[in-house]
């Protein structure tokens, strides 16, 4: 048996995987573990102290606000802008995609409230698997955490595919001239990317390096970025025609929606700023304003960089692949085209940075649980950065690269993401209005009542919205959303109140959040939902035959722990922590 000591370099040190005669004993068990774990909520000083002292060494407290106001535009503003404004303008919503950017914005700036104070109050590197973890157990945390890893591996490899296209194109070449096709493979899977896989590894290399290092250099990246964008603005709003707005929404209500949640995948990222929070030095002051602040200007510069497209050019000429480059060239400004190419190339750049920084901490605190194996939750003594879970993660990303066509990897959107945010706002719930111990039966009954109530009715409205054209339906679930969150604000009382920072309009904005990420998901094609759940059975099987039994022996082992050490020493003992920074 090889024991757990908070940091152990085994890939599976748990006593079920000492050997074959144990794993069949715990996978015997399995059924008692699971109702031990499915409802296992952690503590937040489990997280904060306990959880994190698994990675040997602390993470480096080097950032700012400054620093994640930067790093929350370099996660959001990449290549997107420059793509699906057109491709949606054109398709679905007309000059009224401003009015989708405005719709997906917001959704996005809810979700950023509630991460938000999970991450003032947590501020540990799990983004939300922690907060999931602490408030709705390490089950539906598991699950959470297992597709936001999906969504940032597929989107990075969409990202870095892009980025040869755009690189082709600056340099005047074919988007596709730099690729290997190799025939004898099957297609969509034929065109061999080799700049990706590079580019990706580069981007590995400065995040292993330094979280320092990486926000200078998101924040360099940024500026350059954010002035091409200015300049789109500028120039592009020069050669306006009002005319083109006439028909300003030639799709109706469906199409602006249909866009947002499209659109969506625009503002993905943001939740990459939450992980950093164990490497701010002030995560009460410079979480808050780097969430919000970099939301904001983002969808400020995602409604002009709209307006703009569609006052150059009729939606209908707009072209899908490059609207922006075209646009410019319809006006005379062709030679506008090669800035947009610059810029975007920048734009996915930090996309790939800030997603790189994100995904590893999300690994990382994932794998101190012993959900996956502990060999991940290393942070290196001299960088104090996650190298393990780094170099892991960018494989994944840059093998998929390597082999995937951008046509299968768009496919896959925003439905995880969607879906962890909803999870997100739930646990908010969770964590102002029930505490074990606390909260009566009698508040816990109406809470879960409210609960179900303001799930089932956003379902309900989502799925008459995918499935039907008329409005009958939304004069009933609409009222009912309503009055579950009013029953939930006037009848059930907070268990707890924020420490630090704490969401306003509580419980309204998160029970918004849900609805308009229900909502959204139910805009979102079969296909994706396909995709969303064999991923998710993947996952099950994973966490019924290694992540359960891992996760189950790690909580004993630390039960057992935490009772020697009252009965030795009469109190917790708290794992220590070497601080890297010194």
């Not at 947590?122 to 699950?143: K, T």
């Given at each position: 048996m090889a024991e757990e000591k908070g940091g152990s370099c085994g890939f599976f040190p748990e006593e079920s995987f000492s050997s074959w005669g144990s794993y069949v004993k715990a996978l015997g068990q399995t059924r008692t573990r699971l109702a031990d774990r499915l409802m296992a909520r952690s503590v937040d000083d489990a997280e904060l102290n306990e959880v994190r002292a698994r990675s040997q060494h602390e993470m480096k407290k080097t950032l700012t606000w400054w620093d994640l106001i930067w790093f929350g535009m370099g996660a959001v503003i990449g290549a997107g802008i420059f793509v699906l404004t057109g491709l949606e303008a054109k398709e679905d919503a007309g000059p009224a995609v401003i009015l989708s950017f405005v719709v997906s914005g917001v959704s996005a700036m809810l979700s950023v409230f509630c991460y938000t104070e999970f991450a003032v109050e947590?501020?540990?590197?799990?983004?939300?698997?922690?907060?999931?973890?602490?408030?709705?157990?390490?089950?539906?945390?598991?699950?959470?955490?297992?597709?936001?890893?999906?969504?940032?591996?597929?989107?990075?490899?969409?990202?870095?595919?892009?980025?040869t296209s755009y690189f082709a194109t600056l340099l005047g070449r074919h988007p596709d001239q730099f690729r290997v096709i190799v025939h004898s493979l099957a297609p969509n899977y034929n065109h061999l990317d080799p700049i990706a896989v590079a580019v990706t590894a580069i981007i590995g290399i400065i995040a292993s390096l330094s979280t320092k290092a990486s926000s200078r250099l998101n924040y360099v990246a940024s500026i350059v970025h954010l002035a091409i964008i200015v300049f789109v603005i500028a120039a592009g709003l020069s050669k306006a025609d009002t005319q083109n707005y006439a028909d300003f929404a030639p799709y109706g209500p469906r199409g602006i929606f249909k866009a947002s949640a499209v659109l969506f995948f625009a503002y993905v990222g943001f939740d990459a700023v939450s992980t950093m929070a164990e490497e701010t030095k002030n995560p009460a002051r410079d979480v808050p304003i780097?969430?919000?602040?970099?939301?904001?200007?983002?969808?400020?510069?995602?409604?002009?960089?709209?307006?703009?497209?569609?006052?150059?050019?009729?939606?209908?000429?707009?072209?899908?692949?490059?609207?922006?480059?075209?646009?410019?060239?319809s006006v005379g400004m062709n030679w506008a085209k090669y800035i947009v190419a610059f810029g975007a190339l920048k734009g996915m750049t930090t996309v790939l940075l800030v997603s790189a920084v994100g995904q590893a901490r999300y690994l990382t605190h994932i794998s101190r649980t012993h959900m996956i194996p502990p060999w991940f939750a290393l942070v290196n003594k001299r960088t104090g950065t996650p190298v393990n879970a780094t170099i892991a993660m960018l494989a994944a990303t840059a093998i998929i690269a390597f082999f995937t066509s951008l046509s299968i990897l768009s496919n896959l959107l925003s439905i995880s993401t969607l879906f962890i945010f909803m999870l997100v706002a739930v646990a908010l719930l969770v964590r102002r209005y029930y505490a074990a111990g606390q909260t009566n039966r009698s508040d816990q009954t109406k809470f879960i009542a409210f609960v179900v109530l303001i799930l089932g009715s956003s379902v309900a409205t989502a799925v008459y919205w995918a499935t039907s054209t008329g409005w009958v339906a939304f004069c009933v679930t609409v009222p009912i959303w309503f009055l579950a969150t009013l029953g939930l604000a006037v009848f059930v009382p907070q268990a707890r109140a924020p420490k630090l920072w704490g969401v306003p309009l509580v419980p309204w904005l998160p029970s918004a959040s849900i609805a308009i990420n229900i909502f959204l998901l139910g805009s979102i094609d079969k296909k994706s939902f396909m995709r969303f759940g064999v991923w998710t059975a993947f996952l099950l099987v994973y966490y019924f035959f290694v992540g359960l039994h891992a996760s189950y022996d790690t909580a004993k082992a630390s039960e057992q722990g935490k009772l020697s050490s009252q009965v030795e020493e009469g109190q917790s003992r708290k794992p220590a922590l070497v601080d890297s920074s010194n």
């Open positions: 947590i501020p540990v590197a799990g983004g939300s698997f922690a907060y999931l973890r602490v408030e709705l157990g390490d089950f539906v945390a598991f699950i959470a955490a297992g597709n936001i890893i999906l969504e940032y591996v597929i989107g990075g490899a969409a990202v870095a595919r892009s980025w780097g969430l919000v602040g970099s939301m904001s200007v983002t969808t400020l510069l995602y409604c002009l960089m709209a307006l703009t497209l569609c006052l150059m050019q009729n939606y209908k000429t707009i072209d899908s692949d490059a609207p922006f480059s075209i646009a410019f060239g």
